[in-house]
């Protein structure tokens, strides 16, 4: 097997617009390696959920200077990582969610593996992978 | 393919003599777009007939669902008629998620506007 990893790292503000830039980033770096069809439009749905989920989640306590979305894209033996971080609160119950709740199940039925993790002192990422074949 | 980065665009194309409206999406849409496609929906559903176009659309996700969800909701609460089209030009992600969420099962699905556009009228006053 190869062993050799290509990685793609990128910060963002943490406001909507950009999640089409991340996007596109993470599209780049999947057609740079050839991965292509439905592969990488799943994994392109899966990162949009997750920044979705920090745009509008994680950053309720306004005291959070330069508010971000970190990403990064690995590609390693045929597996495809991606790790959504922020800096924010973390999970909470919110009864006042804006969205459907559809995030998280949609995220879990694209890739292989899903962990979700809080990352002392603060936040939470999302380590997605995605393997060859699903 | 990757989606390519395609012009993003939501268009309002009324259908005056058949009191319907036709909102198309193109391109790539997400939570970056949401408040305008809503703004569109409402635009849309002073007609008695209104139609989503995703045929030119390469992506949407959870966010554009739930503005999805609330324009048929708010069309079937007033007896109006909806439909989605989703058609060859559709990209992998919106057949994907629709799929995934199983709202292409409870939600009209139509492969063109042509097809959608036979389907009868739901009788005035009706709630489903």
Redesign the interface.
């Known amino acids: 097997m190869n062993d050799e990893q290509v990685q793609l790292e990128l910060s963002v503000p943490a406001r ?5 830039l991340v ?2 980033a993470v ?1 780049g770096f ?2 740079g390696h050839g ?4 592969p ?3 994994m ?2 899966a990162v ?2 997750a920044c ?1 989920n920090v ?2 989640h994680a950053y309720r306590d306004e005291s959070v200077a330069d508010a971000e979305i970190e990403v990064w894209a690995e590609l390693a033996d045929g597996t495809v990582t991606i790790t959504v971080r922020d800096q924010g609160g973390g999970f909470a119950p919110r009864v006042d969610s804006p ?2 709740g ?2 998280l ?2 995220i879990a ?2 890739t292989t593996t899903v962990e979700i993790r809080p990352t002392p002192p603060s936040g939470t990422e999302v380590v997605m992978t995605f393997a060859p074949g699903g | ?3 390519s ?1 395609s012009t993003r665009a939501i268009s309002l194309v009324r259908q005056d003599a058949a009191d319907g409206c036709v909102v198309v999406l193109t391109g ?1 849409h ?3 777009s ?1 408040d305008e496609l809503r703004d569109a929906f409402d635009q849309a559903s002073a007609a008695r007939s209104v139609m989503i176009d995703l045929s030119e659309t390469a ?1 949407i ?3 554009v ?2 503005a999805l ?1 609330a324009s048929h909701r708010e069309a079937t609460e007033h007896g109006r008629r909806w439909a989605l089209i989703v058609g060859n030009g559709s ?3 919106v057949r ?2 629709l799929e ?2 199983g709202l292409d099962a409870v939600m009209p699905v139509y492969s063109s506007r042509e097809e959608a556009a036979s389907q009868p009228f739901p009788p005035e006053g009706t709630t489903a």
């Not at chain 1, 991965?35 to 439905?38: E, H, V």
Request: no cysteine.
């Open positions: 909507a617009e950009n999640i089409p996007r596109h599209a999947l057609d991965i292509g069809g439905d990488a439009s799943d392109l749905l949009t959920e979705t745009v509008q969205g459907l559809l995030g199940p949609v039925a694209l | 393919m990757v989606p980065m790539e997400d939570l970056s949401v992506f996700d959870s966010a669902l739930g969800i990209g992998a992600a994907r998620i995934l969420t």
